[in-house]
């Protein structure tokens, strides 16, 4: 008999890593009819729909239209959601991915109407319960019932929490199945030549980290040291909605000097690509683009205070400074001195980990 299963996204993060699985399981209609569900939580065209579009996914099935609010607002608006599409329409599984409200609320709701659920993305652990995303990481491996490991600190974690192994698959990294299915494509974006850029004559940063963002002395602190990088070497900065907002908010705008550091609108993910690929480095406080550059083997600065992605540093291009501004100078100045960070492809990060899981699947279910 089909299996009828939910796959829930609904933050930019996830639709990288939702959409090979999407694609894998449309390969085998004679066992599967997965549907598509949308929460809504990141609404913005260039956060969303373009992705949908750019990454070729269907549209989704469902759109619950949450958009933004307090933690529990968010959450609980998607709970109400879910729990009312679920009770109406049972899947016999649900999947989710990563760390975003959307995974904690798809996961809670599918645990309370005893539905089985799966995590692509778990065990990851910073061991910093001041992200929401660790709590909804923790949440989410608790109640789920296969839970598919990007990296061996995945294990590990699992392990330490006592979480049974018969239930933990290492299946790797989805999201760079995506980069990879989709890295030729984005070689032909012309993003460069909008912006006039060089390849490795420029940063390519993010930051939107609560943590960095949402308090004004560090968010300024930061624009500090990176006008100064800036004055080396440019830097681009696709902005998030969340970052732009404080900087009008805080009154900063005025402290980005735009000869060292161009603010832009979100790019889409082929665009995004393109633009980490060429960078002479990267600057962030992303999870997922602290992997992305480790694949691309493009040394990568992280200004958090730690990683729930060691594999990134322990073998990949990563460095952790935090936001110390001497620390974070300094690793700009070591790579633009050509001693940047080199490092290689984590095990399984090789394109197949839709397949692997849906070879659970078809095992399992
Ligand atoms: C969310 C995820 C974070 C992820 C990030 C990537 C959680 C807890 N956080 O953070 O892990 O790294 O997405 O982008 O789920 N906004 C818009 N347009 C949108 C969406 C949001 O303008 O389409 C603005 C709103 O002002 C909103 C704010 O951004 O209040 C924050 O959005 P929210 O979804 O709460 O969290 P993110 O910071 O995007």
């Known amino acids: 008999m089909k299996k009828h299963i939910d796959l829930v996204v609904g933050a930019r993060p996830n639709f990288m890593k939702a959409a090979p699985l999407v694609a894998e399981l449309g390969r085998h209609p004679d066992h599967f009819s997965p549907r598509l569900i949308h929460t809504g939580q990141h609404y913005d065209h260039n956060l969303s729909q373009m992705f949908f579009e750019q990454l070729k996914m269907p549209r989704p099935d469902i759109f619950l239209g949450v958009g933004s609010g307090t933690h529990a607002e968010q959450t609980a608006k998607i709970m109400l959601g879910l729990e009312q599409e679920f009770m109406k329409n049972r899947p016999d599984f649900v999947i989710v991915f990563g760390d975003v409200n959307s995974t904690l609320a798809t996961a809670i709701v599918a645990a309370k109407l005893d539905i089985r659920l799966g995590h692509v993305e778990s065990g990851l652990r910073s061991f910093d319960n001041t ?6 990481r923790i949440v989410t491996d608790r109640l789920s019932d296969l839970l598919f490991v990007s990296e061996k600190s995945g294990l590990e974690n699992l392990e330490a929490e006592g979480i049974h192994k018969d239930k933990v698959f290492f299946t790797g990294n989805i999201m760079i199945d995506s980069l990879i299915n989709n890295y030729e494509v984005a070689g032909q974006s012309d993003i460069l030549s909008k912006l006039s850029l060089s390849p490795k004559e420029y940063v390519a940063m993010t930051l939107h980290r609560p943590a960095n963002v949402d308090n004004k002395e560090i968010f300024e602190g930061l624009l500090t040291v990176i006008n100064k990088i800036g004055e080396r070497i440019p830097i681009i900065f696709p902005c998030h909605p969340r970052a732009r907002k404080n900087l009008e908010e805080f009154g900063l705008l005025n402290n980005v000097n735009p000869g060292a ?13 393109k633009l980490q690929s060429e960078a002479r480095f990267i600057l962030t406080d992303s999870g997922g683009i602290q992997e992305e550059s480790t694949y691309l083997n493009i040394p990568c600065i992280t200004m958090r205070n730690n990683t ?7 073998i990949g291009s990563n460095i952790i400074t935090g936001v110390d501004s001497k620390k974070v100078l300094e690793a700009a100045n070591q790579i633009l001195e050509g001693r940047g960070k080199k490092g290689r ?16 699947l078809l095992q399992k279910l």
């Open 261 to 273: 550091l161009k603010l832009i609108d979100p790019l889409g993910y082929l665009d995004f690509l």
């Open 131 to 136: 992200m929401p995303e660790e709590i909804n």
């Open 345 to 360: 492809i984590p095990d399984l990060w090789d394109g197949k980990t839709a397949e692997r899981i849906v070879a659970i």
């Open 308 to 314: 729930e992605r060691p594999i990134t540093v322990e």
